[in-house]
């Protein structure tokens, strides 16, 4: 594998854009024709179906910023410092203003109570309070380097005589500095957790092995360096 410093200067760098018209496919849109193509049509083909924000996608947002928040302060800062971050308050505001931006873009009506969106915040805190509290056990900023987060990939998948664009971010990247090799953890909130069926859904495996790829073309680092695996937030 290249020089782990000249590869966390070319993800810095990696801002990367479709050319103008270019056809784009994320790994929502292949989930989603992978369970029904008629679906996928009338989502993404005919448009029929806009996104709309729910109270689980903005409370998975929140928690993803307030722990990549501390990751960064962890392995960039001190251990210290993302000790003292205050994560609880930082994940509170998150979620309040993610709320409001899914608020405008539902026309200004609701889609939580006050009781709800207290107890997904109290249900964030006792997440965040795990991770902190079992830091060592995922996370070891003497032996691993923080290449990234929210690592774009925009890499060409050539079908036929078509060109698409695969369009996906990476939560967080990690540089094992012992084994030399880069390890990519993907976030999953949860409300119980993952049991059987979930750890053997051939869909959720086939984003980490696509993520796995994609990340092996964009920055030239050989697949068989590169660990990816689930992180569930319960």
């Known amino acids: 594998?290249?020089?782990?410093?000249?590869?966390?200067?070319?993800?810095?760098?990696?801002?990367?854009?479709?050319?103008?018209?270019?056809k784009k496919i994320s790994f929502t849109q292949l989930s989603v024709y992978e369970q029904c193509p008629?679906?996928?049509?009338?989502?993404?083909?005919?448009?029929?179906?806009?996104?709309?924000?729910?109270?689980?996608?903005?409370?998975?947002?929140?928690?993803?910023?307030?722990?990549q928040k501390y990751l960064e302060l962890l392995y960039n800062d001190s251990v210290k410092a993302?000790?003292?971050?205050?994560?609880?308050?930082?994940?509170?505001?998150r979620l309040l203003y993610n709320y409001n931006l899914g608020f405008e873009k539902n026309n200004y009506q609701d889609y939580a109570t006050a009781e709800q969106l207290n107890e997904?915040?109290?249900?964030?805190?006792?997440i965040l309070?795990?991770?902190?509290?079992?830091?060592?056990?995922?996370?070891?900023?003497?032996?691993?380097?923080?290449?990234?987060?929210?690592?774009?990939?925009?890499?060409?998948?050539?079908?036929?005589?078509?060109?698409?664009?695969?369009?996906?971010?990476i939560d967080i990247a990690l540089y094992d500095k012992v084994n030399k090799t880069v390890r990519i953890p993907d976030f999953k909130t949860s409300g119980k957790g993952w049991g059987d069926y979930q750890k053997k859904d051939e869909l959720k495996i086939a984003q980490a092995l696509l993520y796995k790829n994609f990340f092996h073309h964009q920055f030239d680092v050989p697949e068989d360096d590169i660990e990816v695996s689930f992180m569930i937030l319960k």
């Open 1 to 22: 594998m290249k020089n782990h410093s000249g590869l966390s200067n070319l993800i810095k760098s990696s801002v990367r854009q479709a050319p103008e018209n270019a």
């Open 38 to 67: 008629h679906r996928w049509y009338l989502t993404y083909g005919k448009r029929l179906f806009e996104f709309t924000d729910s109270i689980d996608t903005c409370f998975g947002t929140s928690c993803h910023e307030a722990l």
């Open 82 to 93: 993302s000790e003292e971050f205050k994560i609880y308050s930082f994940f509170k505001d």
């Open 120 to 126: 997904y915040y109290l249900d964030g805190c006792e």
């Open 129 to 169: 309070k795990y991770i902190k509290k079992n830091r060592a056990k995922y996370f070891d900023p003497k032996n691993e380097e923080l290449l990234g987060i929210e690592i774009p990939l925009m890499t060409p998948v050539i079908h036929g005589n078509d060109v698409f664009y695969f369009n996906g971010y």
